[in-house]
């Protein structure tokens, strides 16, 4: 069993930065693939972001590349996702979710275990 916990959301202008963080229980933790997802009003929920076991690997959907980085620390049990130059459209739930696998990957069916979710709100 995995716990996940995130935090960091917030509401921030276009333009701005904030860095989520979450905070996972259970001895599986270092050997689990890890990812951010999100979700808006009315929209299916898209990946974000993905690392693999080790954080050496890692893979970003198309419109977040180059300005969000996820990286993990397996001695804290975390993974942190830091979002720069947010867009409105960034606006969403954003979940951090833990893959029962190693190797990075961008379907949310691989994830065995969900956050409850941190409300990020970008303002134009």
């Known amino acids: 069993q995995v716990q996940l916990v995130e935090s960091g959301g917030g509401l921030v202008q276009a333009g701005g930065s904030l860095r989520l963080s979450c905070a996972a229980s259970?001895?599986?933790?270092?050997?689990?693939?890890m990812g951010w997802f999100r979700q808006a009003p009315g929209k299916e929920r898209e990946f974000v972001a993905a690392?693999?076991?080790?954080?050496?690997?890692?893979y970003y959907a198309d419109s977040v590349k180059g300005r969000f980085t996820i990286s993990r620390d397996n001695a804290k049990n975390t993974v942190s996702l830091q979002m720069n130059s947010l867009k409105p459209e960034d606006t969403a739930v954003y979940y951090c979710a833990a893959s029962s696998g190693m190797l990075v990957t961008t379907r949310s069916r691989n994830y065995d275990y969900w956050g409850q979710g941190t409300q990020v709100t970008v303002s134009s």
């Open positions: 690392i693999n076991w080790s954080g050496i690997m890692t």
């Open positions: 259970g001895r599986t933790f270092s050997s689990s693939a």
